[in-house]
């Protein structure tokens, strides 16, 4: 079955014919399923309607125990994630610092809520448990770049790296 491509510049974009390959390459090994969602997410950022289907066919899995794995792990995607995505640590030591104004300050400029992407599809928000780097709290990362002792103030800044090509947006805000 067909796959939607990426859209162009995005980080997750995957050739068509990667499902297939992924899925040959994890058919016969040890859970099958749950190595072939993480290598499809790690390389998509989601797992669309269409890679559900082929997976159920090519492993013979229910469509319904499929959707059960997914929703039970907030890990796994089931829309593109946008082209950004900002994952804000909401572990111990960086709660205890403050991620929560961090939080709050990326939903307001974006306008979107945690879990969400904005219409334009570039940014997406969502929350990570510790990604290893508690001295250097409140942290987050965007698109695979970590940055540390995050001060709410310096939110619109960090974004307009990573604006682009919509960049006059979060200067107008
Ligand atoms: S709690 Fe945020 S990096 Fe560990």
């Not at 309607?49 to 082929?54: I, M």
């Not at 907030?74 to 929560?100: E, M, Q, R, W």
Request: hydrophobic share 35%; net charge neutral; with cysteine.
């Amino acid at each position: 079955m067909a796959e939607t491509k990426g859209r162009p510049g995005n980080p997750f974009a995957m050739e068509n014919s990667a499902i297939s390959e992924i899925l040959g390459k994890w058919k016969n090994k040890q859970s099958p399923l749950l190595m072939t969602l993480h290598e499809i997410q790690k390389n998509r950022g989601y797992i669309s309607r269409e890679s559900t289907l082929e997976i159920s066919e090519a492993l013979d899995i229910p469509l319904a125990r499929i959707y059960e794995v997914l929703t039970f792990n907030n890990y796994f995607k089931l829309s593109p994630p946008g082209d950004v995505v900002i994952s804000v640590c909401t572990g111990t030591a960086c709660h205890l610092k403050g991620s929560g104004q961090l939080l709050k300050k990326l939903e307001k400029v974006l306008g979107i809520h945690i879990g969400e992407t904005t219409s334009d599809g570039r940014f997406h928000l969502q929350y990570v448990r510790c990604i290893g780097c508690c001295s250097l709290a409140p942290a987050l990362v965007i698109n695979g770049k970590v940055y540390s002792k995050v001060d709410p103030l310096q939110i619109k800044q960090i974004l307009a790296e990573w604006q682009g090509e919509a960049r006059e947006s979060v200067d107008e805000l």
